[in-house]
């Protein structure tokens, strides 16, 4: 399959970027019909679609849209929160988004508005992403101008406020719970989550209903409700289901990095062809959805169909869509050192397994590339990874663990040499500054 440009369609379109041009591409087409049906309707149309959130997890969008209450009586407002803090190693869609096609997200979170019965929506940007706040900024303007925004949207009498709020550069922001205190002034640290404490849509920002959806998934609303939920479901339908179009952000040793937008059901090995194919070497593996997910080798790659289920069955995920494809002069051994690093930087401290945890992996994998690891090393690695996985308090634990884990797995015998010889399968050992 080829490239599906559906929200990339006008992205490189500079007049896409502002009213005029958004309309005459038939930008707001969707809200102006929204807006003349039962809020219930836009939620049956996205349950039609099979949308699922593109932040990472998969989860069916709907049912989050479904879940805010309907009877306002209870007097509190509602929240739509955007989480555009991207900061998966890897991915860098919401990024291209957000400064490309900014009204397609507008439109998406006031569709979200007219559908949950949101009042005030936040776009949470990650606080590097200036391009795209000023984007936003411009857009978000001219929507108040001119009534896509604010009181009574286009005579509906509809109210719908949205803010831009910068995050400072901490990955843990992006995790919802944590993201929500760090909207509401607090330390960005995760909170306790279901089934503790109610999901989100029934209290979260300021103890009332709130929505969370990643960039992607506000943008694919507008079409959805303008084309049908149904059509959108045609979108992939090849697969079990995952259904639509997804962005990959892909990196690493291809000819033509970047972001493509692609139909669910197309193969992995035609998301590297199009890339370009592979730079500097023949493929030798694949970390296809942002540094969290399990490492593949380039058999696993070769016959593996993008789609939620599909690439589970072929050995790791979707994920976010930063997929880095690596060839053969790549140490695996050192390429995880390098992920290892950052989630040690990361892990915010609160819970032990996670905050010990990924420092001990660190310290021991530090040892491995600069040739000094210990008979014992990989064993332990791997009993590491089993005292985090799961038993931390937030996804960070998870996603620092599955790809030492999984590279061991599936690379075992890169880990085994560099022990045992003190040296590299594929490249000199690392000099590691001192920290
Ligand atoms: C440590 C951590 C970081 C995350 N970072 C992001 C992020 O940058 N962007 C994002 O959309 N979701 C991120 N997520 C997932 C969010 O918690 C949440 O599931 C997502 O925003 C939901 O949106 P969706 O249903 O549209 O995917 C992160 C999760 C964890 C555990
Ligand atoms: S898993 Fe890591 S990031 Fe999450 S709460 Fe625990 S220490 Fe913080």
Same mark, same amino acid.
């Given at each position: 399959m080829a490239e599906y440009k559906l929200l990339f369609e006008h992205a490189h379109d500079p007049e896409f970027k502002t009213l005029k041009g958004y309309l005459a591409k038939g930008g707001y087409?969707?809200?102006?019909?929204?807006?003349?049906i039962p809020a219930q309707s836009i939620i049956d149309e996205v349950k039609a679609s099979g949308l699922r959130?593109?932040?990472?997890?998969?989860?069916?969008?709907?049912?989050k849209w479904n879940g805010l209450p309907k009877d306002k009586s209870h007097g509190k407002k509602h929240y739509i929160v955007c989480n555009a803090d991207e900061g998966e190693p890897g991915t860098f869609k919401d990024k291209q988004l957000m400064e490309a096609t900014p009204f397609l997200l507008v439109e998406g979170m006031t569709l979200a508005a007219m559908a949950t019965g949101g009042d005030v929506g936040f776009i949470y940007i990650r606080g590097e992403f200036l391009?795209? !706040?000023?984007? *936003?900024r411009a857009a978000i303007d001219e929507a108040y101008a001119n009534g896509y925004l604010g009181q009574n949207i286009l005579g509906s009498g509809k109210n719908f406020d949205l803010y831009i709020h910068l995050g400072a550069g901490s990955y843990e922001c992006g995790e919802e719970s944590a993201l929500m205190s760090s909207i509401m002034g607090e330390r960005g640290m995760p909170r306790l989550k279901f089934p503790h404490v109610p999901l989100p849509t029934i209290s979260g920002l300021w103890d009332s209903p709130t929505l969370i959806n990643n960039v992607e998934t506000y943008c694919c609303a507008p079409f959805i409700v303008n084309k049908g939920g149904a059509w959108y479901a045609t979108l992939g339908a090849s697969t079990k289901n995952s259904r639509g179009?997804?962005?990959?952000?892909?990196?690493?040793?291809?000819?033509?990095p970047?972001?493509?937008e692609i139909?669910?059901?197309?193969?992995? !090995?035609?998301? *590297?062809?199009?890339s370009g194919g592979m730079k500097g070497g023949s493929l030798k593996a694949c970390v296809p959805g942002g540094s969290s997910v399990p490492i593949m080798n380039a058999d696993q790659v070769n016959k593996a169909v993008i789609g939620y289920e599909e690439m589970w069955d072929a050995g790791s995920m979707v994920g976010s869509g930063g997929c880095m494809f690596l060839n053969d002069k790549t140490c695996i051994v050192q390429f995880i050192w390098r992920t290892a690093l950052f989630y040690a930087n990361e892990s915010c401290g609160k819970c032990t397994p996670c905050r010990e945890g990924t420092k001990w992996m660190l310290q021991i994998l530090e040892r491995?590339?600069?040739?000094n690891g210990q008979e014992g090393d990989v064993e332990l690695l791997m009993d590491i990874t089993k005292q985090i996985d799961g038993r931390s308090f937030c996804g960070l634990g998870d996603a620092a663990a599955w790809p030492v884990a999984g590279a061991i797995k599936v690379f075992p015998e890169e880990f085994d040499f560099y022990v045992k010889n003190g040296k590299s399968?594929?490249?000199?050992?690392?000099?590691?500054?001192?920290?």
């Open positions: 087409s969707a809200l102006k019909k929204a807006i003349g959130g593109r932040g990472g997890a998969g989860f069916p969008t709907w049912i391009d795209a !706040a000023k984007a *936003l179009t997804k962005i990959f952000s892909v990196s690493g040793h291809v000819n033509k970047g972001n493509y139909e669910f059901g197309t193969t992995l !090995a035609e998301l *590297l062809e199009m491995i590339v600069e040739g399968l594929v490249n000199s050992n690392l000099k590691l500054l001192p920290v």
